[in-house]
Nanobody, 123 residues
């Protein structure tokens, strides 16, 4: 099956940037979608961004539009989340997820999940 491993999290000051990576291994195919979700302390897991692997089409939650960019590298089987102009409210554990078919914004539609990487934005 598919294994997902996130990296790139850390501590950054407000206004700074981080780039998260999600490397996929195992059985994958061209019709998958991959997404990023986050869960803040005491909060529900929420959608951040997603990409359709073959077409490159993307979707973002309103709170990150213009600040975050999702992209993929087919040769490396890796998805990235470039996060700029970070705010304290972006602080959360960020999870990478994958599913067969087109991108969705609801977590339950995703089949595979990484272990998460902590992003902390200080004020």
């Amino acid at each position: 099956q598919v294994q997902l491993v996130e990296s790139g999290g850390g501590l950054v000051q407000a206004g700074g940037s981080l780039r998260l990576s999600c490397a996929a291994s195992g059985r994958t195919h061209s019709n998958y979608a991959m997404g990023w979700f986050r869960q803040g302390q005491g909060k529900e897991r929420e959608f951040v961004a997603a990409i359709n692997w073959s077409s490159g089409s993307t979707w973002y939650t309103d709170s990150v539009k213009g600040r975050f960019t999702i992209s993929r590298d087919d040769a490396k089987n890796t998805v990235y989340l470039q996060m700029n102009s970070l705010k304290p409210e972006d602080t959360a554990v960020y999870y990478c997820a994958a599913r067969a078919g087109g991108l969705k914004v609801v977590p339950r539609y995703y089949d595979y999940w990484g272990q998460g990487t902590q992003v902390t934005v200080s004020s």
